[in-house]
């Protein structure tokens, strides 16, 4: 049972290239999130997924796109990556929407040079 | 919207007690959640409240007071590892019941 996990765990890319973060959970949750995390804050909400087929906008949408795949599986898009996309991305997963527990993955670390 | 205030840092003895504040603002709040993350690594679950009153687990309790926007987390026997930082989050009806996080805490336990 490997929890969350994402891919890959560390990427550097140069501005205006295009990467896709990769995050699949195995507990059977039917919620699952992104969020970013700056030095000194907190962790922001990105996009999330209620359930499968359906995507809604966190607080800081901009600049990235998400697709369910699949119950499982859930992607974060930069289609072109800026600097002030350099951060750690987290996928998380609930049980539910309402379930106040979140399963947080080991994190992808980007670089945007 | 939510927002939430943390203390930056706070510095304590192994062996020691200390707490960890967390105020909030929110327009339908639904519970507080904590969570500990070490450096390097992926915030892991700690406790939550939804109802006012102290929940215990361990050497780890969480006290919530609704009235007073309120809550925080108290670390007891302090040890090396319980050096992390401290995240409380708040659900609330507007945000969807999606955890918004504060800033965090970073605790520093010192022998």
């Known amino acids: 049972n490997a929890g969350v996990t994402q891919t890959p765990k560390f990427q550097v890319l140069k501005t205006g290239q295009s990467m896709t973060l990769q995050c699949a959970q195995d507990?059977?949750?039917?919620?699952m999130y992104w969020y970013r995390q700056d030095p000194g804050m907190g962790l922001r909400l990105i996009y999330y997924s209620a359930s499968e087929g359906t995507t809604d906008k966190g607080e800081v949408p901009n600049g990235y796109n998400v697709s369910r795949l699949n119950k499982r599986e859930f992607s974060l898009r930069l289609e072109s990556a800026a600097p002030s996309q350099t951060s750690v991305y987290f996928c998380a997963s609930s049980l539910d929407r309402g379930r106040y527990e979140q399963f947080f993955g080991p994190g992808t670390r980007l670089t945007v040079l | 919207g939510q927002s939430l205030e943390q203390p930056s840092e706070v510095t304590a003895v192994e062996g020691a007690i200390v707490q960890i504040n967390c105020t909030y603002q929110?327009?339908?709040?639904?519970?507080l959640s904590w969570y500990q993350q070490h450096d390097g690594g992926a915030p892991t679950f700690l406790s939550y409240n939804a109802l006012d009153g102290l929940e215990e687990t361990g050497r780890f309790s969480s006290f919530l007071s609704r009235s007073d926007s309120y809550g925080y987390l108290l670390l007891q026997e302090l040890q090396m590892k319980d050096s992390a930082s401290y995240f409380c989050a708040v659900r609330d009806r507007g945000g969807s019941y999606i955890p918004t996080f504060g800033r965090g805490t970073s605790l520093i336990v010192h022998p």
């Open positions: 507990m059977n949750h039917n919620s």
């Open positions: 929110t327009s339908g709040f639904y519970g």
